[in-house]
């Protein structure tokens, strides 16, 4: 039985070819450590990584690469940005939708040193306004983060308009690009996004272990890793310059020449290209699963954009029943249960029972949608 992969959201699969070509060629060639040693070896590692940092520059309208930084995935590029701004007596805004890679995180700052933090909550119509960011704002707001798209259900933040609020009030502004990196226009200078957090093993199509951090010149973090970085070696204390200030210990030099392919051929298909196809699937989806009886849908209705994810449930059968037999019966894998969201799924009121989660990539065509359709009408004609 051939396999339909609708687990896009967690990570993308299956990746263009290039992709291992890439790293295969790294390992066969060069896999040495960038920026330590000065032999050849050293040098085309340096080189490789380099290129990605330049060419994920190049796709968010970063001005200077060295303002990239590489981690292993979105969550410690979010823990750096988080944990290494916010300071006692700050106050943060952020989304009822956020993942635990942005919760958690500024729920432990609260723990620790007092961080007071505001989550906005969508209106009735599931979408986010910016007036109700502009709300929340208080005299001592330092930090707007929210995710660019809910990992539960697809729905879209208005990043232009925080962007432009957070520079009017004087307010940084972090983006968890988790869901939307590959998939919707980002560009950090006319967004006016000061840190741009995303892992380049989703919409990037790079493989596990890769993430990075875009932190704008005029953001000074504390790094949260201290170490080698192959620079200033005789000085005690971290380097100053950027990027190996959070570039301690040796980066995933592998990873991040597969993450240069990847990247490279979402650039080749064109971002809205992929955005156009990813929302037919979604529609299809959307449109398919609202006609089957005992189906309940979460989020916005088609008539509002969203990324390729789709949450649902059928009435009376538990979420991850329903993703096992999904699996095991047509050969179609989802996600099931809860989706590191808790507060999402309080928004969706899924809190109790989670949801199975279809989510596409740039593979995934219409038949797949036609075959997830057909699947859960024939779960749900059986238990409902
Ligand atoms: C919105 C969002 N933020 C953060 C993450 C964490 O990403 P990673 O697994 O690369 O740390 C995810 C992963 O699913 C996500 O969907």
Same mark, same amino acid.
């Given at each position: 039985?051939?396999?339909?992969?609708?687990?896009?959201?967690?990570?993308?699969?299956?990746?263009?070819?290039?992709?291992?070509?890439?790293?295969?060629? =790294?390992?066969?060639?060069?896999?040495?450590?960038?920026?330590?040693?000065?032999?050849?070896?050293?040098?085309?590692?340096?080189?490789?990584?380099?290129?990605?940092?330049?060419?994920?520059?190049?796709?968010?309208?970063?001005?200077?690469?060295?303002?990239?930084?590489?981690?292993?995935?979105?969550?410690?590029?979010?823990?750096?940005?988080?944990?290494?701004?916010?300071?006692?007596?700050?106050?943060?805004?952020?989304?009822?939708?956020?993942?635990?890679?942005?919760?958690?995180?500024?729920?432990?700052?609260?723990?620790?040193?007092?961080?007071?933090?505001?989550?906005?909550?969508?209106?009735?119509?599931?979408?986010?306004?910016?007036?109700?960011?502009?709300?929340?704002?208080?005299?001592?707001?330092?930090?707007?983060?929210?995710?660019?798209?809910?990992?539960?259900?697809?729905?879209?933040?208005?990043?232009?308009?925080?962007?432009?609020?957070?520079?009017?009030?004087?307010?940084?502004?972090? =983006?968890?690009?988790?869901?939307?990196?590959?998939?919707?226009?980002?560009?950090?200078?006319?967004?006016? %996004?000061?840190?741009?957090?995303?892992?380049?093993?989703?919409?990037?199509?790079?493989?596990?272990?890769?993430?990075?951090?875009?932190?704008?010149?005029?953001?000074?973090?504390?790094?949260?890793?201290?170490?080698?970085?192959?620079?200033?070696?005789?000085? %005690?204390?971290?380097?100053?310059?950027?990027?190996?200030?959070?570039?301690?210990?040796?980066?995933?030099?592998?990873?991040?020449?597969?993450?240069?392919?990847?990247?490279?051929?979402?650039?080749?298909?064109?971002?809205?290209?992929?955005?156009?196809?990813?929302?037919?699937?979604?529609?299809?989806?959307?449109?398919?699963?609202?006609?089957?009886?005992?189906?309940?849908?979460?989020?916005?209705?088609?008539?509002?954009?969203?990324?390729?994810? =789709?949450?649902?449930?059928?009435?009376?059968?538990?979420?991850?029943?329903?993703?096992?037999?999904?699996?095991?019966?047509?050969?179609?894998?989802?996600?099931?249960?809860?989706?590191?969201?808790?507060?999402?799924?309080?928004?969706?009121?899924?809190?109790?029972?989670?949801?199975?989660?279809?989510?596409?990539?740039?593979?995934?065509?219409?038949?797949?949608?036609?075959?997830?359709?057909?699947?859960?009408?024939?779960?749900?004609?059986?238990?409902?």
């Amino acid at each position: 039985m051939a396999i339909i992969y609708l687990d896009n959201a967690a990570s993308t699969w299956p990746k263009p070819p290039a992709v291992k070509e890439m790293m295969a060629e =790294v390992i066969d060639d060069f896999a040495a450590n960038p920026g330590r040693g000065g032999h050849t070896l050293g040098m085309k590692a340096s080189k490789s990584v380099f290129r990605t940092r330049v060419q994920l520059s190049r796709l968010f309208g970063i001005q200077n690469p060295n303002n990239l930084f590489f981690y292993l995935n979105a969550t410690q590029a979010l823990n750096q940005a988080i944990k290494g701004f916010l300071k006692p007596g700050d106050h943060v805004v952020s989304s009822s939708v956020e993942h635990n890679s942005v919760r958690r995180p500024l729920e432990y700052m609260r723990k620790t040193i007092g961080v007071e933090i505001t989550y906005v909550e969508p209106r009735d119509d599931h979408q986010f306004y910016p007036e109700d960011f502009e709300k929340a704002l208080q005299p001592n707001t330092r930090l707007l983060a929210v995710s660019h798209a809910s990992n539960l259900t697809g729905v879209i933040l208005p990043i232009a308009e925080l962007g432009a609020l957070s520079k009017q009030h004087g307010v940084a502004f972090l =983006v968890d690009a988790s869901q939307s990196a590959g998939v919707l226009p980002i560009h950090v200078e006319e967004m006016n %996004i000061d840190m741009l957090a995303f892992p380049g093993h989703k919409g990037l199509y790079g493989p596990q272990g890769t993430g990075a951090l875009y932190v704008h010149n005029d953001i000074d973090l504390e790094p949260l890793i201290h170490g080698g970085t192959g620079s200033q070696s005789e000085a %005690i204390d971290q380097p100053t310059t950027r990027p190996d200030r959070y570039e301690s210990g040796t980066v995933n030099t592998v990873g991040l020449a597969g993450l240069l392919a990847g990247v490279s051929y979402v650039m080749e298909k064109g971002v809205e290209n992929i955005r156009e196809q990813e929302w037919e699937l979604t529609k299809q989806t959307l449109v398919g699963l609202k006609q089957i009886q005992g189906v309940e849908v979460y989020g916005p209705g088609v008539e509002v954009e969203r990324v390729g994810v =789709v949450s649902f449930n059928i009435d009376g059968v538990d979420a991850s029943e329903v993703s096992f037999i999904l699996d095991q019966q047509y050969g179609i894998a989802t996600r099931s249960g809860y989706h590191c969201t808790p507060l999402g799924h309080q928004t969706a009121g899924t809190e109790q029972k989670g949801a199975v989660r279809a989510s596409y990539g740039i593979f995934n065509t219409q038949k797949d949608v036609e075959a997830l359709i057909q699947a859960v009408r024939e779960i749900a004609a059986a238990f409902v």
